[in-house]
């Protein structure tokens, strides 16, 4: 079946500092990837619309400006924490789309910074 | 706006019992459906999905759905228990098109199974 890897898996940072996260789907294409965050005990939530070759688009009350998404090819999006705070601190999850618009899941980042 | 309700954060069954998830959605337009599971340390996987058509939808390791439109509804059974179905589920809902993949997820459910 379709595999989507985070890498890396967990990270710790700094307060300041820029993090950041990769997610590839490994054996198939995704024109569309979609970054989401989890809060502890919580839901996840779309962050944004990651599309091949083009701008992200961000859900309402996203920073674009902290949050940077890049989708550089059709395998690989990538996404930049920017200045980081301990508010920033969560679980990031991707999904990758198949061809038969399928959701592929990756196994998750999580994201400490102290 | 879409959303989902998911009721109770924590099930818990003993192996061949039957297993019922509750899931609640609001949605302005007609939804499509979802239901994830997630293992340790793994990404979500899909369980079965309701896009249109047949209201009752079955899906992997046994599970199934049903779509009630009048209760705004789409709880995921099984008939039976196994020790391997403990997990965390999702129900989320997307309104397809050309948002199909932009899912609104509810706040899981954990399920235990006793032996």
């Known amino acids: 079946g379709a595999v989507v890897s985070q890498h890396p898996s967990w990270v710790i940072c700094k307060s300041g500092t820029s993090v950041k996260i990769e997610c590839r789907s490994l054996?198939?294409?995704?024109?569309?990837m979609f970054w989401y965050r989890q809060f502890p005990k919580q839901s996840l939530m779309l962050m944004a619309t990651?599309?091949?070759?083009?701008?992200?688009?961000?859900e309402q009350g996203v920073e674009k400006d902290k949050f940077l998404i890049n989708h550089a090819s059709l395998t690989l999006s990538t996404l930049t924490v920017t200045s980081a705070h301990p508010e920033d601190s969560s679980f990031y999850i991707c999904?990758?789309?198949?061809?038969?618009?399928?959701?592929?899941f990756g196994p998750g980042t999580r994201l400490t910074v102290l | 706006a879409q959303s989902v309700t998911q009721l109770g954060s924590h099930v818990s069954v003993s192996e061949g019992a039957l297993v019922l998830l509750r899931c609640n959605y609001s949605?302005?337009?007609?939804?499509?459906l979802f239901w994830y599971v997630q293992y340790p340390n793994q990404g979500l996987q899909l369980l079965l999905k309701?896009?249109?058509?047949?209201?009752l939808v079955k899906g992997i390791n046994g599970f199934e759905a049903e779509f009630k439109k009048s209760e705004t509804s789409f709880h995921l059974t099984k008939p039976s228990a196994h020790m391997s179905d403990a997990a965390e589920y999702f129900c989320?809902?997307?309104?397809?098109?050309?948002?199909?993949?932009?899912?609104?997820f509810g706040q899981g459910t954990i399920l235990t199974v006793h032996p």
């Open positions: 990651s599309n091949e070759g083009s701008k992200a688009t961000y």
């Open positions: 999904s990758a789309e198949g061809i038969q618009r399928e959701q592929f």
């Open positions: 054996d198939f294409q995704a024109t569309t």
């Open positions: 949605s302005s337009v007609p939804p499509y």
């Open positions: 309701y896009t249109t058509g047949a209201t």
């Open positions: 989320a809902v997307s309104i397809g098109g050309t948002s199909y993949g932009k899912l609104t």
